[in-house]
Structure formats: structure tokens, C-alpha cells
């Protein structure tokens, strides 16, 4: 992948590809006309859901200029594009671990963690999982240009 052109938007990376051509302005699309009943909810707005998708498409995308998105409105976003979406909100590094181990093939598996505690420059972060071995996880970063894919002990990326 791409990097964004709002950092802040890491959550939506773009890429771009023969067969894929994907950018946060298309995923966020479907929320122009289309919003999920409760949508602001997951930044603590929800009063903001009643308003007419208009105002809350042009709010989204201020929100997310300064604030990020939060995890189950990511998940959210996922379903309105017509994914199957299992959010796992595990306690500690041993939960983390078996959800990974129980991942099926076929499966994506996106983390949300600090990039601070892996020494990078930056707040929250979004990156899919490539693969884990001996307790160690491979985060395939979506933005490849500034941080490279990494393996990270699995203790060290809960504490992330």
C-alpha cells in the first residue's frame, strides 16, 4: 500500500493496483447517503447520529482530519462494505495470542496499537497481521515508505 494523504487516516491506507484501486475517499463513500444508525457513538457523539447524513458525512471527515477512528467504527465500516467482521477486544497478551492462533485461512486480521511503544513516530496505528511464529506477529504495514514490516514479541504488542 500507499501512504495516505491524512496521516491521521492510516485506518483507511489506499492502494493502489491493477485489479484494486481503493482510496479513503472510496471507502468512506457508502457513508455520503448511507450512515449506520449509530455511528458517532463509537468517538462519544452520539446525539450527532441524528443528524441528515450530509452534515454527518462532512462532520466524519473533519473528525477524522484531528481524531482518528476508533476500532468498532472501523469494524462498522468493514460491515457496510459487506464484510464479515469479528471484533475481539482481548485482556492481555495470552488472549491477543489465542485469537491469533484460532485465525482461519482466508481470515484478515487487523491490530489497532500505539506506534510509540515500538519506538515509531506517530499515535494509533491500524496493520493487518501476516503471519505468527514463536510468539512473535508480523505486522504488514500499510505504510511500507516510512516503517517496513517488523516482527513484534507478542508481549511487546499488547503493551503496544
Known amino acids: 500500500g500507499t501512504a495516505t494523504a491524512v496521516t491521521v487516516l492510516c485506518g483507511l491506507a489506499e492502494e493502489r493496483g491493477e485489479e484494486i484501486a481503493v482510496s479513503e475517499a472510496s471507502v468512506l463513500e457508502h457513508l455520503r447517503n448511507d450512515f449506520p444508525q449509530e455511528w458517532y457513538v463509537h468517538w462519544g457523539f452520539s446525539v450527532l447520529d441524528a443528524f ?3 452534515m454527518k458525512y462532512w462532520l466524519l471527515v473533519s473528525l477524522l482530519q484531528f481524531d482518528g477512528m476508533p476500532f468498532l467504527a472501523l469494524a462498522a465500516l ?3 462494505h459487506g464484510l464479515n ?6 485482556n492481555n497478551s495470552a488472549e491477543l495470542f489465542e485469537v491469533l492462533k484460532l485465525s482461519r ?7 489497532n496499537y500505539g506506534r510509540p511503544a515500538l ?10 497481521i501476516g ?12 505504510n511500507a515508505w516510512r516503517y517496513p514490516s517488523i516482527w513484534v514479541p507478542l508481549d511487546l504488542l499488547w503493551a503496544a
Open 52 to 54: 441528515p447524513c450530509s
Open 85 to 90: 467482521v469479528t471484533v475481539h477486544l482481548p
Open 105 to 111: 485461512r482466508h481470515t484478515a486480521v487487523v491490530l
Open 131 to 142: 503471519g505468527m511464529s514463536n510468539h512473535q506477529v508480523l505486522l504488514l504495514d500499510t
Open 78 to 80: 468493514l460491515r457496510l
Open 119 to 128: 519506538g515509531q513516530k506517530g499515535l494509533g496505528h491500524y496493520a493487518p
